[in-house]
């Protein structure tokens, strides 16, 4: 049976999760000496979906929906699949969320989530997974004959694996009992679940007109912004910048977090940061006993400082 992997777009194109999603799934293929197959859904040119193969996916099924699709017509879509498949992976994101637990009562299939590391065996699988807000690792055995895994962004290494792939399009005219009312789009151009980068700010900044310099800091490190809760609550920036437990949990290479206090509900979505900078004015900020580097000061005066001495490198 294949390993099937879940290719998530953004906006019709692929992004870097994705791609760790689609090498995640064919070096496991390989340890089950199996193929790798592939499924999208939405609108995406061929171009773009011939990505997949240079990942290792040797063929993709484009679900196109005739009418909008909402998560229980795509899963339906996957699980209907003409193609015998063991696992499915999919990239830890929203979109996964939506899928997976559906997936999952279709095809009586074991879900883990989170996942950190490629099965450590294969009969059955085992896998390694955060657990606890990151503050753990879980080791899982999955007995069931399917299974589910959600790979956690930035936890597996993205490599090419070209193969000649087959594009095969299947049409769904299912129509959606859900109606979606409004939606919001992050504008941000860097996804904060994939970031290598992230400049977080939070009350401290003291108003939405000083974000200025937290972008500009942002864009120069080709970054991502993120807030706390009390500032997406209090409407300063959107809640698709929400970083921590009740908003995106997130584990970019470096996470910045200026005039943000630390409170335990922030560190629990942010621990898996690999380095941690915080400033803030309080000494005894709690951010300060989870960050790699800590600046005692003033955001209106270390930032601009920042700036400077970025700018000075870059040019």
């Given at each position: 049976?294949?390993?099937?992997?879940?290719t998530?777009?953004?906006?019709?194109?692929?992004?870097?999760?994705?791609?760790?999603?689609?090498?995640y799934?064919?070096?496991?293929?390989k340890?089950?000496?199996?193929?790798?197959?592939?499924?999208?859904?939405?609108?995406?040119?061929?171009?773009?979906?011939?990505?997949?193969?240079k990942y290792?996916?040797?063929?993709?099924?484009?679900?196109?929906?005739t009418?909008?699709?909402?998560?229980k017509?795509?899963?339906?879509?996957?699980?209907?699949?003409?193609?015998?498949?063991?696992?499915?992976?999919?990239?830890?994101?929203?979109?996964?969320?939506?899928?997976?637990?559906?997936?999952?009562?279709?095809?009586?299939?074991?879900l883990?989530?989170?996942v950190?590391?490629?099965?450590?065996?294969?009969?059955?699988?085992?896998?390694?997974?955060?657990?606890?807000?990151?503050?753990?690792?879980?080791?899982?055995?999955?007995?069931?004959?399917?299974?589910?895994?959600?790979?956690?962004?930035n936890?597996?290494m993205?490599?090419?694996?070209?193969?000649?792939?087959?594009?095969?399009?299947?049409?769904?005219?299912?129509?959606?009992?859900?109606?979606v009312?409004?939606?919001?789009?992050?504008?941000?151009?860097?996804?904060?679940?994939e970031?290598?980068?992230?400049?977080?700010?939070?009350?401290?900044?003291?108003?939405?007109?000083?974000w200025?310099?937290?972008?500009?800091?942002?864009?120069?490190?080709?970054?991502?912004?993120a807030?706390?809760?009390?500032?997406?609550?209090?409407?300063?920036?959107?809640?698709?910048?929400?970083?921590?437990?009740?908003?995106?949990?997130?584990?970019?290479n470096?996470?910045?977090?200026?005039?943000?206090?630390?409170?335990?509900?922030?560190?629990?979505?942010?621990?898996?940061?690999?380095?941690?900078?915080?400033?803030n004015?309080?000494?005894?900020?709690p951010?300060f006993?989870?960050a790699?580097?800590?600046?005692?000061?003033?955001?209106?005066?270390?930032?601009?400082?920042?700036?400077?001495?970025?700018?000075?490198?870059?040019?």
């Open positions: 049976m294949s390993v099937l992997v879940y998530e777009n953004w906006n019709s194109k692929f992004r870097k999760s994705t791609f760790e999603a689609i090498t799934a064919y070096d496991l293929s340890k089950l000496n199996t193929n790798l197959i592939a499924c999208t859904s939405g609108k995406i040119d061929e171009h773009e979906l011939k990505k997949a193969g290792g996916a040797s063929k993709i099924y484009l679900i196109k929906n009418k909008k699709a909402q998560g017509e795509i899963s339906d879509s996957i699980a209907n699949l003409p193609e015998n498949f063991s696992h499915i992976i999919f990239s830890h994101t929203h979109t996964a969320k939506v899928l997976a637990p559906r997936l999952s009562i279709k095809l009586n299939a074991s883990v989530s989170n950190i590391g490629l099965a450590e065996e294969t009969n059955p699988i085992k896998v390694k997974r955060n657990a606890f807000s990151s503050k753990a690792i879980q080791t899982v055995i999955l007995n069931n004959e399917k299974s589910i895994l959600c790979i956690s962004p936890s597996y993205v490599k090419e694996n070209p193969i000649n792939i087959e594009i095969e399009s299947i049409i769904d005219n299912s129509e959606s009992k859900i109606t009312k409004d939606q919001e789009k992050s504008s941000g151009k860097i996804s904060l679940s970031a290598d980068i992230i400049v977080s700010a939070g009350r401290g900044l003291k108003g939405p007109e000083n200025t310099m937290i972008e500009e800091l942002a864009d120069l490190l080709g970054a991502a912004t807030c706390s809760k009390p500032v997406s609550d209090i409407g300063w920036r959107p809640h698709s910048e929400h970083v921590g437990q009740t908003g995106i949990t997130v584990s970019p470096l996470y910045i977090a200026i005039g943000i206090s630390g409170a335990i509900q922030h560190l629990a979505g942010v621990n898996s940061s690999k380095t941690i900078v915080a400033i004015t309080d000494p005894e900020a951010f006993k989870a790699d580097y800590g600046i005692v000061g003033d955001a209106f005066k270390v930032v601009p400082e920042l700036l400077n001495e970025l700018k000075k490198q870059i040019n």
